[in-house]
T-cell receptor, first 113, second 116 residues
Framework: AQSVTQLGSHVSVSEGALVLLRCNYSSSVPPYLFWYVQYPNQGLQLLLKYTTGATLVKGINGFEAEFKKSETSFHLTKPSAHMSDAAEYFCAVRSGGYQKVTFGTGTKLQVIP | GAGVSQSPRYKVAKRGQDVALRCDPISGHVSLFWYQQALGQGPEFLTYFQNEAQLDKSGLPSDRFFAERPEGSVSTLKIQRTQQEDSAVYLC??????????????FGEGSRLTVL
């Protein structure tokens, strides 16, 4: 079985401040991990993914995430928030060899000017 | 088109009506997924196709839900005798590969179903 827990359904940061969105996963086999972003009335688009190899992965728009096996975490960070980062962010997991991707409940990011 | 296309974007149905939602995946994509996203929730898996074969339908909530992909490209999600709890955004996603690939999904914009 695989599952994802996102802590905090809403996060507010000031423009220019650090963004930290938390994600913990459960998987019985080595996982593939993803962060997706969803803007209002749009579909989800991939921010970044971890498959194998380097545990710090960089994505689009300055986001990055670090896979920590010991903590079963895959937190998303960005050093300096921009107004355009306001959106909903979903962490997702796929167990290797299994097609289904399981999503967390999402974290809505608000950026305050 | 360049991306995953879904239609209709918005559908209002009276309780008890049947609805059909269409998904046109990225050309050549082998895998196709349907997800249901209720208001304020994350996407919930419904079903998965590899080409025309429906390999996993474990997420379909009842036998009122039916999906098909007869020629391995366009897919239709059909909901019979709609109920208010079916109100949600239905997302379609496709992926270029299958098997042990990393599984990145490409999503459409979704079909928002409102059942009155």
């Amino acid at each position: 079985a695989q599952s994802v827990t996102q802590l905090g359904s809403h996060v507010s940061v000031s423009e220019g401040a650090l963004v930290l969105l938390r994600c913990n996963y459960s998987s019985s086999v080595p996982p593939y991990l993803f962060w997706y972003v969803q803007y209002p009335n749009q579909g989800l688009q991939l921010l970044l993914k971890y498959t194998t190899g380097a545990t710090l992965v960089k994505g689009i728009n300055g986001f990055e995430a670090e896979f920590k096996k010991s903590e079963t975490s895959f937190h998303l960070t960005k050093p300096s928030a921009h107004m355009s980062d306001a959106a909903e962010y979903f962490c997702a997991v796929r167990s290797g060899g299994y097609q289904k991707v399981t999503f967390g409940t999402g974290t809505k990011l608000q950026v305050i000017p | 088109g360049a991306g995953v296309s879904q239609s209709p974007r918005y559908k209002v149905a009276k309780r008890g009506q049947d609805v059909a939602l269409r998904c046109d995946p990225i050309s050549g994509h082998v895998s196709l997924f349907w997800y249901q996203q209720a208001l304020g929730q994350g996407p919930e898996f419904l079903t998965y196709f590899q080409n025309e074969a429906q390999l996993d339908k474990s997420g379909l909530p009842s036998d009122r839900f039916f999906a098909e992909r007869p020629e391995g490209s366009v897919s239709t999600l059909k909901i019979q005798r709609t109920q208010q709890e079916d109100s949600a955004v239905y997302l379609c996603a496709s992926s270029p590969t299958s098997g042990s690939s990393t599984g990145e999904l490409f999503f459409g914009e979704g079909s928002r179903l409102t059942v009155l």
